[in-house]
Nanobody, 121 residues
Framework: HVQLVESGGGSVQAGGSLNLSCLAS????????MGWFRQALGQERERVAT???????DYTDSAKGRFTISQDNAKNQVYLQMNSLKPEDTAMYYC????????????????WGQGTQVTVS
């Protein structure tokens, strides 16, 4: 039974920071990457940042310079430090575990968490 449990979401003012955490448990078959995705109301889910087991990271343009993804492989945890938050960052943030499928798809999700809400005003 695979579980991804996110925490750390909340409401902040523009310019503030949040640090999201994701705890993974269970046998995630063939997983070699973790990622953070987000979905704003009425919009499609989009990738934010990903990290391979070896540590290589990838960010979308909207996250570069503001967000940092990191992991603790021993603890099966992945984090997303978000700084200089903007109202357009408001969304449900999902943790995912998956497989690397190339530079254009650095983490194809196979498993999802339930999400944590981030609201920036």
């Amino acid at each position: 039974h695979v579980q991804l449990v996110e925490s750390g979401g909340g409401s902040v003012q523009a310019g503030g920071s949040l640090n999201l955490s994701c705890l993974a448990s269970g046998d995630m078959y063939m997983r070699n990457c973790m990622g953070w995705f987000r979905q704003a109301l009425g919009q499609e889910r989009e990738r934010v940042a990903t990290i391979l087991i070896g540590g290589r990271t990838d960010y979308t343009d909207s996250a570069k310079g503001r967000f940092t993804i990191s992991q603790d492989n021993a603890k099966n945890q992945v984090y997303l430090q978000m700084n200089s938050l903007k109202p357009e960052d408001t969304a449900m943030y999902y943790c995912a575990a998956g497989r690397y499928e190339g530079r254009s798809n650095p983490c194809q999700p196979r498993y999802w968490g339930q999400g944590t809400q981030v609201t920036v005003s």
